[in-house]
């Protein structure tokens, strides 16, 4: 079976010589800046894939750190005091403890000790 008479082959031969005679390299600056294009990506992509391990291990690390909740209650709660009563007027108030008992001496008497009225 000759392959000479076959339409199809003869067209893509034709083809393959006209795309051979228009084919030209590229200057070699343009391949070097292709490469180096190329290198930029790639280094991004590590330098993304660095970044998102950092983050993801961090993330990781703080999820099993214990939280501060706040102030440290004391172990048992502390009674509540009774509230003091108001007083209606500023000269009866008193700021301090009720006075302490005091003993008289009077001359030519015994000592005694006499405790205020009630």
């Not at 709660?77 to 700021?95: E, G, V």
């Amino acid at each position: 079976m000759p392959d000479s008479h076959d339409p199809l082959r003869s067209l893509f031969r034709d083809a393959a010589s006209a795309g051979q005679s228009r084919a030209t390299l590229p200057p070699a600056s343009v391949i070097t800046l292709r490469g180096e294009k190329a290198r930029r990506r790639r280094i991004a992509g590590y330098a993304l894939a660095c970044c998102l391990v950092l983050a993801g291990s961090g993330a990781a690390i703080a999820s099993f750190v214990p939280r501060d909740s706040g102030p440290t209650l004391p172990a048992t709660t502390p009674s509540p005091l009774a509230p003091s009563p108001a007083p209606t007027d500023s000269r009866l108030a008193t700021t301090g403890p009720p006075p302490a008992p005091t003993e008289t001496a009077t001359v030519g008497a015994s000592a005694t000790a006499t405790r205020p009225p009630r």
